[in-house]
């Protein structure tokens, strides 16, 4: 079982930058991928961004690459997304959530694949 914490939202000018945390519990938290995602209203849930067990590898969506980037502290069971350059089109509820992982640099893309998400952070990009 594993319980994770968003941290981090708010609101942020166009071209402003937020980073958010999400901590877990657990002892294994090393041995889970974890991936970001977002749900606009009226839209669906989304993957933003994603990271294998190991921290070797990382996938993103064609939306955010180039300006968000995903890391891991397995030492702090914490895993960050840092956002760069953000659009009033990042404007979201944005949930971490782990996976159980198997290959060293597999990550999962689609929610189904994960097991445990957060209750989410909210956050707002103004134009």
């Known amino acids: 079982q594993v319980q994770l914490v968003e941290s981090g939202g708010g609101l942020v000018q166009a071209g402003g930058s937020l980073r958010l945390s999400c901590a877990a519990s657990?002892?294994?938290?090393?041995?889970?991928?974890m991936g970001w995602f977002r749900q606009a209203p009226g839209k669906e849930r989304e993957f933003v961004g994603g990271?294998?067990?190991?921290?070797?590898?990382?996938d993103y969506a064609d939306s955010v690459k180039g300006r968000f980037t995903i890391s891991r502290d397995n030492a702090k069971n914490t895993v960050y997304l840092q956002m760069n350059s953000l659009k009033p089109e990042d404007t979201a509820v944005y949930y971490c959530?782990?996976?159980?992982?198997?290959?060293?640099?597999?990550?999962?893309?689609?929610?189904?694949?994960?097991?445990?998400w957060g209750q989410g952070t909210q956050v707002t990009v103004s134009s």
């Open positions: 959530a782990a996976a159980y992982g198997s290959a060293p640099g597999w990550v999962a893309t689609m929610p189904k694949r994960y097991a445990y």
């Open positions: 657990g002892r294994t938290f090393s041995s889970y991928v």
């Open positions: 990271i294998s067990w190991s921290g070797g590898s990382t």
